[in-house]
């Protein structure tokens, strides 16, 4: 057995991983149910704001913009970030209110 297509084909596996998490914004809304990508590297939540738009969240507008880099100095070619969205966000029985910032997206 070739141990190095072994660990190619776990590497492959491990490269993405992903939760289904609810959102909604009221106690009385119903919510919806998504698939999200966890990255260990990420320092905050972030949404499109196609997604939330066609999910009818309603955004919050930010005192100033929030410019972001990447890890090479580039600022993103989204833009920078000016609005935020408050959310309930649920995981197997957790809860929290949290605040996920909406990059624009594409059109």
Known sequence: MNSSNSV????????????????????????????????????????????????????????RLIYIRSIYGIFNHEGPIEHTVEVKLYYRGHKERTEIDMIRGQK
């Open 8 to 63: 190619e084909k776990n590497e492959k596996l491990l490269r993405e991983v992903t939760v289904k998490i609810g959102l909604n914004q009221e106690e009385d809304e119903e919510g919806i149910v998504i698939e999200v990508l966890l990255d260990s590297g990420a320092t905050g939540l972030v949404m499109s704001s196609e997604f939330a738009r066609k999910n009818k969240f309603r955004k919050k507008k930010l005192n």
